[in-house]
């Protein structure tokens, strides 16, 4: 079974513009969940879907947003983009079993490396 | 406060010693409690989770951790390490309390040394 994969895996771009980025979850999971790791805050939670819903959002400006298709693949947006969201996001996947969190453990994609100059 | 904490940014260890990476949780209940690695590189990967039962948690790569209600502490360990242990580890906590989102710990670097 293929893992978590995410695209593209290195970006670069310039303060203003915006990125989207890519996730296909494992087949069969329902569930995807997006993390912004940096040196500095760590790994900082950004939204969890579930069956195209958005059931979390973590603490970050609506600059970010994200949507999940009826396939389960996902995507991550971040408009006006700035200096500061220079990081690895990294994307999860669970079979998502119940609309309400649970105890499952997440499979994580490699990661899209966003620089942003 | 901080729902979970490790409060040790690095952990060395020689290679063949038994190793601790320290992780402590503040939620309220009845918490799930995860831990994590990360390969340079890479994303994480789950070693163990803790839900109810018994205290010690066996996962994978023979790692395993025990479960502290009075303490609220969920310390990772390992008989014997690894040079291939080396890695960052996380500690997550998932709970109501926190809105029922998976939360992680800063990470701890374990070097183990030949």
């Known amino acids: 079974k293929a893992g978590v994969t995410q695209t593209p895996r290195y970006l670069i771009k310039t303060r203003g513009q915006q990125v989207t980025l890519s996730c296909s979850p494992i087949?069969?999971?329902?569930?995807v969940s997006w993390y912004q790791q940096t040196p500095g805050q760590g790994l900082q939670f950004l939204f969890e879907?579930?069956?195209?819903?958005?059931?979390n959002k973590g603490n970050f400006p609506g600059r970010f947003s994200g949507r999940q298709f009826s396939n389960s693949r996902s995507e991550m947006n971040v408009s006006t983009l700035e200096l500061g969201d220079s990081a690895l996001y990294l994307c999860?996947?669970?079979?998502?079993?119940?609309?309400?969190?649970?105890?499952?453990?997440?499979?994580f994609g490699s990661g899209t490396q966003l620089s942003v100059l | 406060a901080q729902s979970v904490a490790q409060p040790e940014d690095q952990v060395n260890v020689a290679e063949g010693n038994p190793l601790t990476v320290k992780c402590t949780y503040s939620v309220s209940g009845n918490p799930y409690l995860f831990w994590y690695v990360q390969y340079p590189n890479r994303g994480l990967q789950f070693l163990l989770k803790?839900?109810?039962?018994?205290?010690l948690v066996k996962g994978s790569y023979g790692f395993e951790a025990e479960f502290n209600k009075s303490q609220t502490s969920f310390h990772l360990k390992k008989p014997s390490a690894l040079v291939s242990d080396s890695a960052l580890y996380f500690c997550?906590?998932?709970?109501?309390?926190?809105?029922?989102?998976?939360?992680f710990g800063a990470g701890t670097i374990l070097r183990v040394k030949s």
């Open positions: 999860a996947s669970s079979p998502g079993r119940a609309l309400t969190g649970t105890n499952e453990k997440l499979f």
């Open positions: 087949s069969g999971h329902r569930s």
């Open positions: 997550a906590v998932r709970s109501m309390e926190y809105g029922n989102k998976l939360v």
């Open positions: 879907y579930f069956s195209e819903t958005q059931r």
């Open positions: 803790y839900i109810t039962g018994d205290n």
